[in-house]
């Protein structure tokens, strides 16, 4: 065919199948301009860096049945073979490290998604609070990280989501929370003293009581400069 001077499109368009025309001895390029897919070609006998010089992307070779493994060992690289349509957790099946992936730029969420990989995991390979926070980790998952409360402060959580998971009051006032801030936690009025608020602050945001103060640990005088009358604390058995 090729001796009559006939090119792979002429083949084509005068009704020859796409796997004859691919089996007829024309180079590459010849092919392509005919429109022979790529399926048809990896059947050819075509290897991929082949088809990669003549302008098939990783999208096309995937398409076109190439293995991912036989992608790989022909050096393309993880960003390539994401951007051409491959998962994340096909990634990792094929033996690629989160460590990998995340140099490559895959984001902490696409990869929490895919593997299942904790909070600790992707820290360990440089994944910061903020990209762990907005890839979708819980403040629970995020926890055993070891993050510091004034750096869950800075991506959002509040006072009382910390003081779920344990952080004391003490701790959350210097991460930098107001009492106003801790208003909705739960910790008892020994603990806000414990931390260091005065008598004033907790009975100006908490509207707590002279007696709810006395119980909580603090002095008469303190009590008396929050501006209770002397009465009041003599009423509580407290000298002023």
């Given at each position: 065919m090729q001796a009559a001077r006939y090119s792979a499109a002429d083949l084509r368009a005068g009704g020859y199948k796409k796997e004859e025309v691919a089996e007829a001895g024309y180079a590459l390029p010849?092919?392509?301009?005919?429109g022979i897919p790529v399926q048809?070609?990896?059947?050819a006998g075509f290897s991929i860096e082949k088809l990669v010089e003549n302008g098939f992307?990783?999208?096309?070779?995937?398409m076109g049945g190439y293995p991912i493994e036989d992608l790989i060992a022909c050096g393309i690289g993880a960003r390539q073979l994401y951007d051409g349509g491959f998962k994340v957790r096909q990634l990792l099946s094929a033996n690629f490290t989160t460590l990998h992936l995340h140099e490559a730029g895959i984001s902490a969420k696409e990869l929490r998604i895919a593997g299942r990989i904790s909070?600790?995991?992707?820290?360990?390979?440089?994944c910061g609070l903020s990209e762990l926070y907005e890839g979708g980790?819980?403040?629970?998952?995020?926890?055993p990280v070891?993050?510091?409360?004034?750096e869950f402060r800075t991506v959002g959580f509040k006072a009382i989501d910390l003081e779920e998971v344990g952080f004391s009051a003490t701790q959350l006032r210097g991460a930098g929370f107001t009492i106003q801030d801790m208003a909705s936690c739960s910790f008892t009025v020994d603990q806000f003293r414990e931390a260091g608020f005065s008598a004033k602050e907790l009975h100006e945001a908490l509207k707590l009581t002279a007696k709810e103060l006395k119980d909580g640990g603090f002095a008469a005088a303190e009590i008396k400069a929050v501006?209770?009358?002397p009465y009041a604390l003599k009423a509580l058995g407290m000298l002023v």
């Open positions: 010849d092919l392509v301009f005919a048809v070609l990896r059947h992307k990783v999208a096309d070779l995937r909070a600790v995991e992707l820290h360990a390979i440089g980790y819980t403040l629970a998952q995020l926890h070891g993050f510091a409360p004034d501006g209770f009358k």
